[in-house]
């Protein structure tokens, strides 16, 4: 089992910035990809960004440019930079870990993220 913990949502103005975490702990795999997604009200749960844990990266066109994934892999952890934000990107956030080689999936309870004048 793994367990995901997302923080650092928050209430935002227009073109302000939010700087997501996800700490994983449990057996997590050397191999696995950790990823942002989000559900905003109505909405299917999408791909906001992705890395692998070689680095590489993978990021909805909605967010390309203004938000940026990374990780510290030795604390098993995945941020999220969201700068530029528009109301759009309302929703909540969660975050996912997939283990290889059985492409395990695990989700966080996510964290909302409100982005309003």
């Known amino acids: 089992q793994v367990q995901l913990v997302e923080s650092g949502g928050g209430s935002v103005q227009p073109g302000g910035s939010l700087r997501l975490s996800c700490a994983a702990s449990g057996r997590l795999s050397s191999f696995n990809t950790m990823g942002w997604y989000r559900q905003a009200p109505g909405n299917q749960r999408g791909l906001v960004a992705t890395i692998t844990s070689g680095g590489v990266t993978t990021y909805a066109d909605s967010v390309k440019g203004r938000f940026t994934i990374s990780r510290d892999s030795a604390k098993n952890t995945a941020f999220l930079q969201m700068n530029s934000l528009k109301p759009e990107d309302t929703a909540v956030y969660f975050c996912?870990?997939?283990?290889?080689?059985?492409?395990?999936?695990?989700w966080g309870k996510g964290t909302l993220v409100t982005v309003s004048s």
């Open positions: 996912k870990v997939k283990n290889e080689p059985f492409n395990t999936v695990y």
